[in-house]
């Protein structure tokens, strides 16, 4: 009986041994290699997207006519959704995309990647916004390598695309965000090249990240903006059409993709429409 | 230190000729209480999210030693970031099984070599730099970033390793030397399986390699 016991406990031993040692086996093979720590802004793959992507748009796009723009925001770690959201927005034939900021939920050097390569599944050209997300840690730093200046415009069928960093509390107040002296600088620089301007930020003004101290002087700076046509803006995880300061400037804020909807704008030659899509 | 070691010559040379008082046995106890502080291994490794390479001490304890207690300083390379940074790590190991390889291969020498199936580690990193709280600092509104702290990470990792008893008599500085891997992730990643609904387990797991050296 004892024997048979000892026996019993070998064998349960034995199979107890090849579970664990598969498992680690499964592990070895498919684990992602040697990881250094979460914040380590130790890139792999594409770096410098949003520069590369504006010399695609303004190559390509410079002088267009009809202009058709999505705009998607706030995908943190709903990757699927984005992954669907990056399907739907290749089947409607639009210019390009522009994602509105929040691309990770921790900003790890991870889902940063993780992001990217969803986006690289766009069969147009993109840039991307950084978002109050992805600042967490070193966020921010990962962002500059793989997208590139927090603030940047380019312009596109002779309007001016001009995105702005309005994360004011991740830098506690203590940068200049939104930073007026590059909006002047966009407002009076290649003034030749394009007649009319659309603001694109992640946190709308009145919002719990923007500088609220300066909505007032941030909407009188707007009013230097060659032909204004409006403000796009994530951040809010909702849809949004509203007059912030009830003067006829317009906000569209876009949804997040947890909620299977974003928006695309068509500019014509004397307006523009901006549709909600659900997907 | 001194004083310490002094004390513990004077101890040894005392209790060998007059019975122990209670001071006496109560100073031994004491003194082995410190004692236990002493590190029993150093260890090195490299990944694990805690740098490309740390290395500390660490304490091995418990029946049959199948605990073990380590402090890892970790360093971080700057790579793309605006400088290099330091981590510390403490680690708790638990090793379940100890298998004596000479009852499987038969050709090697008994307790010499062992394999440890598995050993089970819960550790918590810290890394140091201004970027980076402990929990959200005053200027967020209330919960804004409560499920998180970008300061200290809590990982998981599971392992194996294989060790080898040097013989008493080649002995210079360790008794046994200790080699493992181990497949780690940490507490946002694991978080991100809930969130992102297509982040699977291969995207979460690292792995680490590593070595012991003991002198108990």
């Known amino acids: 009986m004892k024997i048979m016991k000892v026996e019993l406990f070998k064998s349960t031993g034995k199979i107890a041994l090849a579970i664990v040692g598969g498992f680690l086996v499964h592990l070895l093979l498919s684990c992602s290699g040697f ?15 949003n520069a590369k992507q504006m010399a ?33 927005v290749n089947r409607r034939n639009v210019d390009f995309v522009v994602h509105c900021g929040d691309l990770t939920d921790t900003a790890t050097e991870k889902e940063f990647e993780w992001s990217r390569d969803i986006l690289l599944g766009l069969n147009c050209p993109f840039v991307a916004l950084i978002g109050n997300h992805d600042f967490l840690g070193t966020g921010n730093q990962t962002y500059e390598v793989m997208y590139g200046a927090c603030d940047f415009s380019f312009i596109a069928g002779r309007i001016k695309f001009i995105c702005l960093n309005t994360n004011a509390v991740e830098y506690d107040y203590l940068a200049s965000v939104p930073n007026f002296d590059f909006m002047e600088e966009q407002f009076t620089k ?23 101290n300066v909505c007032k002087a941030f909407r009188r700076y707007l009013d230097f903006a060659p ?13 949004s059409v509203a007059e912030f300061y009830n003067d006829g400037l317009m906000f569209y804020g876009i949804d997040c993709a947890l909620h299977r909807n974003y928006r695309i704008m068509t500019i014509k030659k004397d307006g523009y429409e901006i549709e909600q899509i659900f997907y | 230190m001194v004083m310490l070691t002094c004390s513990l010559h004077v101890m040894a040379g005392d209790s060998l000729d007059i019975q122990q008082s209670k001071f006496d046995r109560r100073l031994e106890r004491r003194q082995n209480a410190w004692l236990s502080l002493i590190p029993t291994h150093f260890v090195i490794q490299n990944a694990g999210n805690m740098g490309t390479l740390s290395a500390g001490i660490g304490w091995s304890y ?23 940074k330091l981590t510390t790590t403490l680690k708790g ?26 050993t089970v580690s819960l550790y918590l ?73 297509d982040v699977k387990l291969k995207d979460i797991i690292g792995l680490s390699i590593g070595a012991k050296f003991y002198t108990n």
Not at chain 1, 67 to 75: E, G, M, Y
């Open chain 1, 35 to 49: 990881e250094t720590h979460p914040y380590d802004v130790n890139i792999k793959g594409e770096t410098g997207i």
């Open chain 1, 56 to 88: 695609i748009i303004e190559k390509e796009f410079a002088n267009k006519e009809e202009l058709r723009i999505a705009f998607i925001s706030d995908t943190h770690l709903w990757n699927a959704e984005a992954r669907d959201e990056v399907e739907d």
């Open chain 1, 190 to 212: 290649d003034t030749d090249k394009f007649d009319r301007t659309i603001i694109i930020m992640h946190a709308a003004p009145f919002s719990d990240q923007f500088n609220n």
């Open chain 1, 227 to 239: 032909g204004l046509m409006c403000c796009i803006f994530g951040h809010d995880h909702s849809d």
């Open chain 2, 62 to 84: 418990g029946k049959k030693r199948k605990w073990e207690t380590e402090l890892l300083l970790g360093f971080i390379p700057k790579h793309d970031s605006s400088r290099p």
């Open chain 2, 93 to 118: 190991n638990f090793i379940p099984w100890k298998i004596d390889l000479s009852k499987i291969i038969g050709k090697i020498p008994e307790d010499r070599w062992r394999f440890d199936p598995l």
């Open chain 2, 125 to 197: 990193n810290t890394v140091y730099g201004h970027e980076f709280w402990k929990s959200q600092p005053g200027r967020y509104p209330d919960g804004y970033y409560e499920f998180m702290s970008t300061k200290f990470r809590l990982n998981l990792a599971l392992g194996e390793r294989i060790e080898f008893k040097i013989p008493e008599n080649k002995r210079r500085r360790h008794s046994r030397i200790a080699l493992f891997y181990e497949f780690s992730t940490c507490d946002l990643y694991i978080r991100s399986m809930f969130q992102g609904s």
